[in-house]
Structure formats: C-alpha cells, structure tokens
T-cell receptor, first 109, second 117 residues
Framework: GQNIDQPTEMTATEGAIVQINCTYQ??????LFWYQQHAGEAPTFLSY??LDGLEEKGRFSSFLSRSKGYSYLLLKELQMKDSASYLC??????????WGAGTKLIIKP | GAVVSQHPSWVICKSGTSVKIECRSL??????MFWYRQFPKQSLMLMAT?????????EQGVEKDKFLINHASLTLSTLTVTSAHPEDSSFYIC?????????????FGNGTRLTVT
C-alpha cells in the first residue's frame, strides 16, 4: 500500500529552527509537496520537490532524497504565526496526491 | 494568481435537508477539481474527483448518491450533501490545479464548515 509518515506533533521555541520529517512509500513518484494549514483554515502551498536536494524559500526550506523516500521541511527564525499543521503529500505514478496525516507544530514564546 | 473561491464558508442545517457547496476557480480554468473532507484533528480525505463534462470519480466508501457532484463548467464545481445527518458534519474543502503539469500544486478554497443539527 501507499504510506506517508510524519510526526504527529512537535514543539519549538520562537526564534529557533525546527525540522519536520516525512517518509513515504508510494507506487511511483512525481513530486513531493509541503502545505501549511492553520486551524480551521484550508491548506496553503509551501514548497515542491521533485529532484534530490534542498529548495530554499525565505525562512522555509524543503529537502528531498528520492533514494531514501525522505523529505524534510526546515523552518528558521520561528514566529508565533508558524504554529500550524504541516502536511506532506506525494504525487504517485498516476499523479494522484497521497497525503500524510500532518504534523502539528506548536511554537512557544 | 490561481485563486479558488468556495461558498459558503459555513452552514448550519437541519437533519434531512440538503446543502450545496460551490467551488470556483477565479483566474484559471480547471478541468479537474477535487473535493476533500476533514474531521477535527485528522488529515484531508479525498472524497471525489470532479471532471468537467463527465461524471465524478468517487473514492471507496463515499456514497455518490449522497454526495452529488456537478462540474458544469471549467470554473465551477458543486457538491451537494443530500439528506444530511449529524455525522456529515465536517470541514469540506475543494481544490484545483491550474495546470496538468506534475509540479503544479493544488490550490484550495477556504473550506466550508458544515454543521448538521
């Protein structure tokens, strides 16, 4: 079957750095997405990786290793507004999006 | 760009009534739209894929006669929850992609919170 694993919850301190990991086993691979979802709101797109390596976008970076079936989202200079759930999703060989359960990130002052 | 508008943002209805939710792509055409449901503290669950001009494709376990989907144009898809019951109370979210390219992300509407009393 297809499976995406990410931690259920993480806690970090304002101003610090946090890394949210995602591992996947899917039938084929056509890219990995990270989304941010604040409570009670719809997800918003953060990043896309299809080749190995690091993609940097401001305070957020996303890394992919296809051989390991692994990705992480790195958040720097954490702000209170970064408190949200972070969803990892993979497009399989049929371009269907497979979603992880999400990681709830709690930022403490 | 790539804005998806969903209406209403919240609705309260009585058990047994029907509720229609609209999803529009405002600045792009979407041949395919996706309807998700999300229960509290759970991840997104794909309900169905809405295809313009043809029947929707429903995920296993989703009743097509209860959740009616109509994709009447390249910018509009509707989801009608028929004979709603309290267990249908959930957060319903539509999404669409502005391109069929693999790297094109899904853009989400703001969601509709349905409460059935």
């Amino acid at each position: 079957g297809q499976n995406i694993d990410q931690p259920t919850e993480m806690t970090a301190t304002e101003g610090a750095i946090v890394q949210i990991n995602c591992t996947y086993q899917t039938s084929g691979f056509n890219g990995l997405f990270w989304y941010q979802q604040h409570a009670g709101e719809a997800p918003t797109f953060l990043s896309y990786n299809v080749l190995d390596g690091l993609e940097e976008k401001g305070r957020f970076s996303s890394f992919l290793s296809r051989s390991k079936g692994y990705s992480y989202l790195l958040l720097k200079e954490l702000q209170m507004k970064d408190s949200a759930s972070y969803l990892c999703a993979v497009k399989d060989s049929n371009y269907q999006l497979i979603w992880g359960a999400g990681t709830k990130l709690i930022i403490k002052p | 760009g790539a804005v998806v508008s969903q209406h209403p943002s919240w609705v309260i209805c009585k058990s047994g009534t029907s509720v229609k939710i609209e999803c529009r792509s405002l600045d792009f055409q979407a041949t395919t739209m996706f309807w998700y449901r999300q229960f509290p503290k759970q991840s997104l669950m794909l309900m169905a894929t809405s295809n313009e001009g043809s029947k929707a494709t429903y995920e296993q376990g989703v009743e097509k006669d209860k959740f009616l989907i109509n994709h009447a144009s390249l910018t509009l898809s509707t989801l009608t929850v028929t004979s709603a019951h309290p267990e249908d109370s959930s957060f319903y979210i539509c999404s669409a992609s502005s391109s069929d390219r693999g790297n094109s992300p899904l853009h989400f509407g703001n969601g509709t919170r349905l409460t059935v009393t």
